[in-house]
């Protein structure tokens, strides 16, 4: 098996005219943890877009282990082990949670149970029959974030599921994004909590304007300088006023 899980080369993918990603190289080692920052803007979204195969590059190829998945389509991607959890809660908010939690088992798993997702997320326990659309934001990210322990992908890309959280939940998703990455899967993580991913990540990538202005291990990066430089806030600091 290649030790490579995921690997972007060259890779400039934008919408339209307007370009975002460009020249763009990232790893993701098998079962390690990788942070992915940048400021508002900086692409953080469009790379996941482009690794998931919501969007295809304008230049440059995408591997999935040694497999080049370029053109590949996002469900067959998901198939090859990749799965990414979207900004804003991706639930079904006119389903039930039971609904939702057995849309998330991927048809080609004979095991249709989904025990791992409410050991991991025992709030959920009470709330099977209830409309995911009801559940506050908390429970309707735990629910999205189901997805990573059901689908069993080896790779797990993560956009900002923290945010707007009220910070007692943010600990219970962190917590559950160690329980994911102890178990051997990688995580390719995009986070406005910046100091506590970077404590989880055996990587970082920063992005700036589109290109990788910093690529190396969290020790090395000066978190002075050029976090607050790119990033233009403080490490762990993020509005939660609206926090739910
Ligand atoms: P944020 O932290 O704000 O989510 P980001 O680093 O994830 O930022 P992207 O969402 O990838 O950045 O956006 C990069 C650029 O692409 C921005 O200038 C944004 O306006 C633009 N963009 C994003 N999505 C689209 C789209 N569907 N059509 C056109 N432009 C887009």
């Keep these: 098996m290649s030790d490579v899980q995921l690997r972007l080369e060259n890779v400039s993918a ?17 079962g390690s943890v990788v942070a992915l920052l940048g400021s508002n803007g900086a692409g953080k979204t469009t790379l996941l877009r482009v690794a998931s195969g919501l969007l295809r590059p304008d230049a ?4 999935v282990g040694e497999a080049e998945v370029t053109r590949v389509a996002p469900n067959a991607r998901a198939r090859a082990g990749v799965c990414l959890i979207p900004e804003g809660r991706g639930v079904f908010r006119g389903m039930s949670v039971r609904e939702n939690l057995l849309l998330q088992i991927p048809p080609w798993e004979k095991d249709k149970s989904f025990d791992l997702a409410l050991e991991t997320f025992p709030a959920l326990k009470d709330r099977l029959g209830e409309l995911a659309g009801r559940l506050s934001g908390g429970q309707q990210q735990m629910l999205a974030l189901s997805r990573a322990f059901l689908a069993k992908p080896s790779l797990v890309m993560l956009d900002e599921v923290s945010m707007g959280l009220a910070p007692v939940v943010v600990d219970q998703i ?9 178990s051997g899967t990688a995580l390719l993580v995009v986070e406005q909590y910046v100091e506590r991913a970077l404590q989880m990540s055996d990587h970082v990538y920063l992005l700036n304007h589109g290109q990788v202005a910093f690529s190396g291990r969290p020790s090395e990066l000066d978190e002075d300088e050029v976090i607050r430089g790119y990033l233009g806030h403080e490490l762990n600091t993020p509005d939660v006023s609206s926090a739910s």
């Design 14 to 30: 934008g919408y339209g005219r307007t370009t975002v990603l460009r020249d763009v190289d990232l790893e993701v080692h098998t």
């Design 60 to 63: 440059g190829r995408v591997l």
């Design 174 to 182: 962190f917590e559950s994004l160690h329980t994911l990455a102890s």
